[in-house]
């Protein structure tokens, strides 16, 4: 089974920081390769929304809302991403989910790989 585990979430006032981590790991295969990993978020009753994409090489994206407030980091060795918010508004406030478009794995390649989310909620 692979994983994608966020943490990093929580309450914070408008203005604030968080930072947000996501640690791929496998427990009964090995991965070998990681492709582009991002964060989206969610609100309740709305779609998911791409927040900011890393690929491998280190190539970023970031939504509108996100520029200039948001940076997206990934560190291969450790399998992980990371998202620094500055600036929060209460507009941000959502569930923030990892993603991975493709894994390489021992036994196979796994494809939209989602994490279980990590809320985060700004107040004003």
Do not use: H
Not at 24 to 44: C, D, E, L, N, V
Not at 55 to 66: E, F, I, L, P, Q
Not at 90 to 118: E, F, H, K
Request: proline residues 2%; glycine residues 12%.
């Amino acid at each position: 089974q692979v994983q994608l585990v966020e943490s990093g979430g929580g309450l914070v006032q408008a203005g604030g920081s968080l930072r947000l981590s996501c640690a791929a790991s496998g427990t009964s295969r090995s991965i070998f390769t990681i492709g582009t990993m991002g964060w989206y978020r969610q609100i309740p009753g709305k779609q998911r929304e791409l927040v900011a994409t890393i690929a491998n090489d280190g190539y970023t994206n970031y939504a509108d809302s996100a520029k200039g407030r948001f940076t997206i980091s990934r560190d291969n060795a450790k399998k992980m991403i990371y998202l620094q918010m500055n600036n929060l508004k209460p507009d941000d406030t959502a569930v923030y989910y990892c993603n991975v478009d493709r894994m390489g794995t021992s036994i196979g390649p796994l494809l939209d790989v989602w994490g279980q989310g990590t809320q985060v909620t700004v107040s004003s």
